[in-house]
């Protein structure tokens, strides 16, 4: 199988526009105020990704996470050869790629909306580019039924797509994909035209091709579930920058920023606007809605360490790690959602929502029903703490 390194990965869709239409829509872009799609425009056109630079050990799962328009598929394009490198350096193994052609490349991958052939049956989809490499029919026959095996699909083997469910579909072409043995499988958003109930099953069958078939796997999402669940580690990006690269824990117990942090986690992250940060003989505090909160004893040597000064900043908090407490913050219950074993607690704060997630074993239910008062507090060390200007967390 194969390592890949991306170093320094740009892509640019260039200008195509010329004349004064083209000058007047630099001139509009140009103006203050004018949204630019989250996207970096220059003279060489609209830049999709910046500076990607990664290293993809042998067999990993690695997770491209973001929302719309971050640059996630784009990359996983440049490195499947379907779009062209503005600029930057991609090696799969020790052999630089960026002008090997797809078929070339030994990579397979599979799309989001299946792409399988109607006029064939299931086992001829996944013998065709078995076929088209001339191989002997009885190792085409053999590879084919090892993944249907893997996959679960040997019954499906005679029958057409349009007989088949969405998620068996989607079988189908992971299978057409592994059968060529690639050192590097590519998924391109492969479970969003499922439902719910069959994207956990997916998600599941996935885990488990990846335990049976030696190769890499890069995967993108805009579904943070998927990422956090699927990835050894996962790359998150943010207007084609990469914003953090680490494990799922990683990435939810120190986000590096203010987006990471907000994007990472269900539900959202709590975010304090309007809070400070102070330094008083030498301990930090933070003062949050009229309360002072002392940090704990690692968040106060990890504050010295930097010199950091006083400041005002947003401070995080998850809603898991919210809990009653009679001494605490107060907040008005807007929205009450039962989740079975937990109490999902929708709070107006001082106008801002709060999300708290308390466990329903030992609680009073109608004590924390729509329109009710309640408290609630947070451990300092389960706190963090991001720049007001920067967006940086300084923990």
Request: hydrophobic share 40%.
């Amino acid at each position: 199988m194969a390592s890949l390194t991306l170093k320094d990965i740009k892509k640019v869709y260039p200008n195509t526009e010329s004349g004064p239409k083209k000058k007047k829509k630099k001139q509009q872009a140009e103006e203050p105020g004018k949204e630019k799609a989250n996207l970096q425009i220059t003279d060489e056109g609209v830049v999709a990704v910046q500076k990607f630079s990664l290293d993809i050990a042998d067999r990993e799962f690695i997770v491209l996470v973001g929302p719309s328009g971050c640059g996630k598929s784009t990359t996983l394009r440049m490195i499947a050869g379907l779009e062209e490198i503005s600029s930057g350096e991609l090696y799969i193994g020790d052999r630089l790629v960026n002008d090997v052609a797809p078929k070339d490349r030994d990579i397979a991958m599979v799309f989001q909306s299946y792409a399988l052939y109607p006029h064939m049956t299931v086992y001829e989809n996944m013998a065709f580019s078995l076929k088209l490499k001339k191989m002997k029919k009885e190792e085409i026959d053999q590879k084919v039924r090892e993944a249907a095996e893997i996959l679960d699909i040997t019954q499906y083997l005679d029958r057409k797509p349009k007989a088949l469910s969405g998620g068996q579909r989607q079988r189908v072409a992971i299978g057409r994909a592994i059968v060529r043995q690639p050192q590097v499988l590519l998924m391109d958003e492969p479970l969003s035209n499922l439902d719910a109930k069959l994207r956990n099953q997916m998600r599941a069958e996935i885990i488990k091709l990846r335990q049976k078939i030696n190769t890499t796997f890069i995967y993108v999402t805009h579904d943070q579930t998927e990422a956090m669940t699927l990835g050894d580690r996962i790359v998150i990006m943010k207007d084609g920058f990469i914003q953090q690269i680490g494990t799922p824990q990683e990435v939810f117990n120190h986000p590096v920023n203010l987006f990471v942090a907000g994007f990472i986690g269900t539900p959202q992250m709590n975010f304090f606007e309007g809070s400070r940060l102070v330094e008083e003989n030498g301990q930090y505090a933070v003062e949050v809605m009229g309360k002072k909160v002392v940090l704990s004893e690692g968040q106060q040597k990890a504050l010295k360490a930097k010199g950091q000064k006083s400041c005002p900043v947003v401070l995080g908090i998850r809603p898991v790690h919210m809990t009653l407490d009679e001494g605490g913050f107060t907040g008005k219950i807007e929205v009450s959602e039962m989740m079975g074993s937990e109490l999902h607690l929708h709070m107006n704060v001082d106008g801002a929502d709060v999300v708290a997630i308390i466990p329903t074993v030992g609680i009073d239910l109608e004590a924390h029903s729509i329109g009710k008062t309640v408290r609630f507090s947070f451990k300092p060390e389960l706190m963090h703490i991001f720049d007001v200007n920067t967006g940086k967390n300084l923990l």
